[in-house]
Nanobody, 124 residues
Framework: QVQLVESGGGLVQAGGSLRLSCVASGRTFSRYDMGWFRQAPGKEREFVAAWTSGNTYYADSVKGRFTISRDNAKNTVYLQMNSLKPEDTAVYYC???????????????????WGQGTQVTVSS
């Protein structure tokens, strides 16, 4: 079981960068797959990036611009966002699930734990 708290959101200009952080409670952090999702007003929650057993996966819309990373010593997962676009504006959520869980990493329904979300706004 894990509890998640996101931070690092804010307002940035197009082309700028932002790094989101997700701090997890508990001592089982390294045994969980971690994912980042986002949701814009009026739209469904969308997969952004995931980390599992050292492998990373990205949505086509952010590939080459975003990077997911982990610091197990700090129980933290990061999302480095570069070359931000107005289309990236959304509430970003951190999510977690046990590593051995079946189901795709890009489906929100396959994650057990969620943070409260942090707002990212990119101005044109």
């Amino acid at each position: 079981q894990v509890q998640l708290v996101e931070s690092g959101g804010g307002l940035v200009q197009a082309g700028g960068s932002l790094r989101l952080s997700c701090v997890a409670s508990g001592r089982t952090f390294s045994r969980y797959d971690m994912g980042w999702f986002r949701q814009a007003p009026g739209k469904e929650r969308e997969f952004v990036a995931a980390w599992t057993s050292g492998n990373t996966y990205y949505a086509d819309s952010v590939k080459g611009r975003f990077t997911i990373s982990r610091d197990n010593a700090k129980n933290t997962v990061y999302l480095q966002m570069n070359s931000l676009k107005p289309e990236d504006t959304a509430v970003y959520y951190c999510a977690a699930r046990p590593t051995l869980m079946y189901g795709s990493l890009w489906s929100p329904s396959n994650y057990d734990y969620w943070g409260q979300g942090t707002q990212v706004t990119v101005s044109s």
